[in-house]
Nanobody, 121 residues
Framework: QVQLVESGGGLVQAGGSQRLSCATSSETFSRYAMGWFRQTPGKEREFVACIVWNEIKTYYTDSVKGRFTISRDNAKNTVYLQMDSLEPEDTAVYYC??????????????WGQGTQVTVSS
C-alpha cells in the first residue's frame, strides 16, 4: 500500500521557520516529481512547490519564492519543504504529493494526509 507520511507541522511565530518532511513507502517515487500543496478552509488546494525526479529543477508559486525551499533525498525516499520568513498567510494544511511524471507534479498520483502549519502574528 502506498504511503506518504508527513511530519514537521505545528505552530510557529511570524518570521520564524519550519521544515516539513514527507517520507514515501516506495523507492519508485524517486522516479517522479514530488511537491507540496496547501489548503485553507473554503479554498481550493493550491500548488506551493515541486521538484523534478533528479533535483535539477524546482518550481514555486510566486508568494513563497525566496522564502521556501524544496529538496529531496531519493536515497531516503523523502521530500522536504524548508519554510523561512513565515507569514500568517502561510497558515494552511500542507499536503505532500507525488507527480504523474518525472518532471511534472500534475496530475498528482498520490497525496499525503496533510499536516497543519499555523503561523501566529
Amino acid at each position: 500500500q502506498v504511503q506518504l507520511v508527513e511530519s514537521g507541522g505545528g505552530l510557529v511565530q511570524a518570521g520564524g521557520s519550519q521544515r516539513l518532511s514527507c517520507a514515501t513507502s516506495s523507492e519508485t517515487f524517486s522516479r517522479y516529481a514530488m511537491g507540496w500543496f496547501r489548503q485553507t478552509p473554503g479554498k481550493e488546494r493550491e500548488f506551493v512547490a515541486c521538484i523534478v525526479w533528479n533535483e535539477i529543477k524546482t518550481y514555486y508559486t510566486d508568494s513563497v519564492k525566496g522564502r521556501f525551499t524544496i529538496s529531496r533525498d531519493n536515497a531516503k525516499n523523502t521530500v522536504y519543504l524548508q519554510m523561512d520568513s513565515l507569514e500568517p498567510e502561510d497558515t494552511a494544511v500542507y499536503y505532500c504529493a507525488v507527480g504523474g511524471t518525472p518532471t511534472t507534479i500534475k496530475p498528482v498520483q498520490y497525496w499525503g494526509q496533510g499536516t497543519q502549519v499555523t503561523v501566529s502574528s
